[in-house]
């Protein structure tokens, strides 16, 4: 079985805080991926990677950034956390191909 | 881009059939899937679509037609542990899998 782990469950981050969420798979997946799920907004795409130190902008890139220096490692970085980052994140992964993408349990994310 | 429509809400009795339905709109399509979601879990795969017709697991189906721009995710004789979630993602064209996903339906099974 595919596992994808996120580090935290839950987490509370002062505005203006620098936070790191992570998220480790351990299938040898190319593809990683990192959404936001907002209630009536579904799930939303902040950024991918392809591959190692590859990564490509999603639908809201903005005020985020990854990392991915190791295959199975892909890190979100909030730059400067605020209150409308407050938010449930997913981080997901997959071959690629018809192959579903596999996700965490996610991280309930608050910003106060 | 992609537009994916799904209805919020709807409600079904234990025993019954029930299906939901996803339109989209596109600007390329390389396949649909199809989650599940329980409240304050993971979404889970169900299945996946690529070409017209229907594919069948279990209790669950998953119907596609490209020329609509239609799916529907049909699911047989309903439990109570069937009250979750469904949503509907579609898979664009270039690099990565990128999937695009519906605001999801909320299913609730009453006995």
């Known amino acids: 079985d595919v596992k994808v782990t996120q580090s935290s469950r839950y987490l509370v981050k002062r505005t203006g805080e620098k936070v790191f969420l992570e998220c480790v798979q351990d299938?040898?997946?190319?593809?990683m991926f990192w959404y936001r799920q907002d209630p009536g907004l579904g799930l939303r795409l902040i950024y991918f990677?392809?591959?190692?130190?590859?990564?490509e902008k999603g639908d809201i890139p903005e005020g985020y950034s990854v990392s991915r220096e190791k295959k199975e490692r892909f890190s979100l970085i909030l730059e400067s956390a605020s209150t409308n980052q407050t938010s449930m994140y997913l981080c997901?992964?997959?071959?690629?191909?018809?192959?579903?993408?596999?996700f965490g349990d996610g991280t309930r994310l608050s910003i106060l | 881009g992609q537009n994916i429509d799904q209805p919020t809400e709807m409600t079904a009795t234990e025993g019954a059939i029930v299906q939901i339905n996803c339109t989209y709109q596109?600007?390329?399509?390389?396949?649909l899937f199809w989650y599940q979601q329980h409240a304050g879990e993971a979404p889970t795969f169900l299945s996946y679509?690529?070409?017209?017709g229907l594919e069948e697991k279990g209790r669950f189906s998953s119907f596609l037609s490209r020329s609509k721009g239609y799916s529907y995710l049909l699911l047989k004789e309903l439990q109570m542990k069937d009250s979750a979630s469904y949503l509907c993602?579609?898979?664009?064209?270039?690099?990565?899998?990128?999937?695009?996903f519906g605001t999801g339906t909320r299913l609730q099974v009453t006995l």
């Open positions: 997901a992964s997959s071959l690629g191909g018809p192959e579903p993408q596999h």
């Open positions: 299938m040898d997946h190319e593809n």
């Open positions: 990677s392809y591959d190692v130190k590859m990564k």
């Open positions: 596109t600007s390329g399509f390389n396949g």
């Open positions: 679509n690529v070409l017209d």
């Open positions: 993602a579609v898979k664009g064209e270039g690099t990565a899998s990128k999937l695009t």
